[in-house]
């Protein structure tokens, strides 16, 4: 069956509207709530990085700097009403939690723009490295910041009262349901268009696509760019997440491996790979970390990416696809 | 800023040392890296794994931990033509080298720290030998044993290496394969089995970079990922291929580095490495001395 675009994005609003309105009507266990808002993230970011990994071929292993990138950028305008109060006597009303999320996409997004411009002219290789190294960098920078906190982190107080009634996990939770919307339609529509034809063509064999007239490096900083972009607006929440903001937390390694794990697992052809692989492994995780410990499920993450790469390189929806082909 | 005069020079000379240190630590990914074309972005992972060797024997036994860098080298060897076998088979053979490749040695890295995570916790390290503490003053220059020792080991280190690459015949065979495979495969030499040795010889670097690390600061297991930035930085800058380069290069980051964490404070140190390899890529990615 083939669903048009608009369809498409029909039904997954109505999905997310459904899962958010059923689960707020249902579900009173906050813990729900905590642990539903890290697998959406997960769709985020995994959905994010497939935009540039899974479909152009070059991998980011800097999810962790454009996630906290966009954490500190809420962290700054969370506190910037309070500076200017005392600074300069200018009365501000707070930032609200939308206008954050754009900010720290906007953050991001430049970011992947700037590291995109230095590194992409080159091989692939080179890329994939510079970002690994990048998120150094970027902590170095906030670990050296005192606005922030520095390495000492910094305390996030929550408003009091959250928009759309309940509690404000449940606010936190429905805004990622809607980034998870966002970033899922976004995929799935660069996936059936022009322009994310020229990124396959990008992956499968830049020379000849070059050769073809695509322009590369154009399309290649828009896809960094974009995918920058949203791990920054999924990263924008999570002071009022976590009321406690340090960068070895913000830039844990574990952003990075679980963005590139998810999409491998599942498959990184298709918009649905990434997000069955960040629903599978974010659940075990969820469930690992309170049954068991949080080093061991990361290691589990890890031997799991090991295994898929190894063993099946095109993720479940791959086996599932080969499988379907031999019933046929 | 007026800068006085003896601190910059100590600042130089402890730059000097930390840079021979850093070439130790560099030669294994200019290897396979430079020449075979593996990103082996696992490689910090394998110089934890070589701290915590020495650590563990130098507890038990008391050994000196130089000396277990070199006798433990024949079984990083071994290790790391099992993790080259694993990659032909899964990868090189299939021509997926690109981003399962990575992702290959990005889980290694990462299932590397965790277990030592879960093995040794997450405390500080560190072995005991004598001349771990003692420095030696030359006038108003402080050389500390502690880097010396491992600058002047880390330079014999890579004069074998460079000895064995272009006087034995494998070794030649290691550069012949990183110039040309197909050619290589035509004078009836095997290209994976070169390529096999070549690679286990990058791992088995890790062995003594591994002890060094380990004499020069306390060691715990996430320590290993500010390596990348730095290993990466020198072999790029280095111009990939060549060991006078990658010496000229770790000897560079080395100083830069010093001199940064003297007048900037440490904990800006980080950043350097990574400017130096954005700065290397956007402006001349072959490198100092790259062909």
Redesign the interface.
Known sequence: MRVSNSLFWVLIVAVGTVFVVASRLTITNEYFYFAGYVVLEYIVLSTAWNIL?GYT?Y?N?GTGAFFAAGAYSAAVLHKLPATLHKTFDITMAPVPLPVMIVAGGLVSGLMGLGTGY??LR?R???F???T???T??V???I??WDYVGG?RGIYIIRPANAPLGGGYIQYLFSLMTLLAVVSVGIARTIERSRFGLGLNSIRDDELAAEASGVPTLRMKLISTALSGALMGMAGAPLPYYVTYLDPASSFN?AYA?NS??MP?IGG?QSWIGPVIGSILLGTIQQLATVTISS??N??I???L??LF??IA?NGIVGLVQAWRRREA | MLVSFDLLLNAVVAGILLGGFYAAVSIGVTISFGMLDIANISQPAFILLGCYAAYVINGTWGVDPIVIGVVTTPLFFLLGMVVYRLYYYAFERRGEQAIQGLAFFFGLLFVGEVSLVLVFGVDYRFVEARYIGPSIHLGIVELPLRMLLPCVFSLVMVGVVQLYLSRSFIGRAILAVSQDPGALQLMAASPTRIKQIAFGISIATCAVAGAFLIIIQPVEPSIGRDYIGRIFAICVLGGMTSMPGMLLASMLLGIVESITATFYGPSWAPAVAFGLLLITLAVRPAGLLGR
Request: net charge neutral; aromatic share 8%; glycine share 10%.
């Open positions: 990994g071929g991998t292993f230095l590194t080159l692939g290789v080179f994939a490295i510079a690994l190294a990048f150094i960098v902590q170095t920078l670990v050296n390495s390694l491996v590139v794990a491998v990184m080093a061991l990361l290691l993450v890890g031997v990416l090991i790469v190894v390189p």
